[in-house]
């Protein structure tokens, strides 16, 4: 019964993605029902280049409410539709902008990298942005002498200075998913897989990233696992990821890294898995919940994601 309610859901998003001209763009943290309906899955860059160079008059955004936003301030004429709109993120939140205004205002002389996972007012009062493929390469290009601000993730912030050898004052925020994971249970699955390889996001805290094999953004985590010639994995991000690597990888054997609190699914993003296929179909049948924000704040946020963009 429950599956012909499934496949009716699906059939009827499909429908509604071509009477409206609808693209639906889905992170690789969604539920693997909603990433198979995609037209496009990628990490955070991928995503807001599909979304920028979409011809689509609708955007449907299976992900969280920072990167709905930006498709929004990187398309502010097209409708952008998201099946939650209270799906945040905990590194988002982490950085309330007038705080973060407090903190650019005491270093006047800094400037602001700021990763995509924070909100819209914090990305106006940045000077660039940044997602963890890009990252090491927006650091690189600001002059050696210019103090860095950087923002609001300190476990992707400590990895960049080790891995450009530049000094940076970082926010305090954290991924509330990433920094469940301890370098304790990883090395007891390891013990015990011998043969497996471990592969990292960069928002996992620094004692995870030094046993890791591989550090890297979701995309490059796939890719990693793609061109691999190793069989097995033990997996240090968000489990939604695994779907596609067993996609394009189905010889290969995924080991999802276990959380701190063995009792919990914490190795799963609440905020991401707010979405379902149920709000999916009624957010694109109703046309809401839609991200609506203000001119000025468009066009603030836009110019420094627009620096990234040129840069990607
Ligand atoms: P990427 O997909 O860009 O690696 O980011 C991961 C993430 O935490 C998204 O919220
Ligand atoms: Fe935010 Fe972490 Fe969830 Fe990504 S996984 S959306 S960083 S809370």
């Known amino acids: 019964m429950n599956l012909v309610v499934e496949l009716d859901l699906k059939s009827e998003i499909r429908k509604l993605k071509k009477e409206l001209n609808a693209v639906l763009l889905a992170h690789y943290y969604q539920e693997s029902e909603i990433q198979d309906l995609a037209d496009f899955v990628g990490d955070s860059l991928e995503l807001s280049k599909r979304a920028a160079n979409t011809e689509a008059d609708v955007i449907v955004f299976a992900g969280v409410h920072f990167m709905a936003e930006t498709a929004k301030i990187l398309n502010p004429t097209k409708k952008v539709l998201i099946p939650d709109l209270t799906a945040g993120c905990s590194l988002s939140d982490s950085c309330p902008a007038p705080l973060f205004k407090k903190f650019r205002d005491e270093h006047p002389d800094y400037y602001a990298v700021t990763y995509i996972n924070s909100s819209a007012a914090v990305k106006a009062l940045s000077d660039i942005i940044c997602t963890s493929s890009n990252a090491e390469k927006i650091i ?25 050898g530049r000094e940076m004052l970082l926010w305090d925020g954290t991924c509330m998913v990433h920094e469940q994971f301890v370098q304790e249970k990883i090395t007891k699955l390891k013990l015990e897989n011998p043969d497996a390889l471990i592969i990292a996001h960069p928002e996992c805290e620094e004692k995870v990233l030094d046993i890791s094999d591989f550090i890297g953004s979701t995309s490059q985590l796939l890719n990693f696992v793609k061109e691999s010639s190793a069989k097995k994995f033990i997996v240090a991000t968000e489990v939604g990821i695994i779907h596609q690597m067993r996609k394009y990888s189905p010889d290969k054997i995924f080991i999802p890294a276990p959380p701190q609190d063995s009792t919990c699914a914490c190795n799963e993003c609440p905020h991401m898995k707010k979405n379902t296929l149920e709000k999916l179909y009624l957010c694109m049948q109703e046309l809401q919940p839609e991200i609506i924000l203000p001119d000025d704040l468009i066009e603030k946020a836009y110019i420094p994601i627009k620096r990234m963009m040129d840069l990607s």
Not at 140 to 164: V, W
Request: proline fraction near 8%; hydrophobic fraction near 30%.
């Open 140 to 164: 690189r290009s600001i002059p050696e002498e210019q103090k860095i601000l950087f923002s609001p993730d300190r476990n992707l912030g400590r990895y960049l200075m080790e891995k450009t």
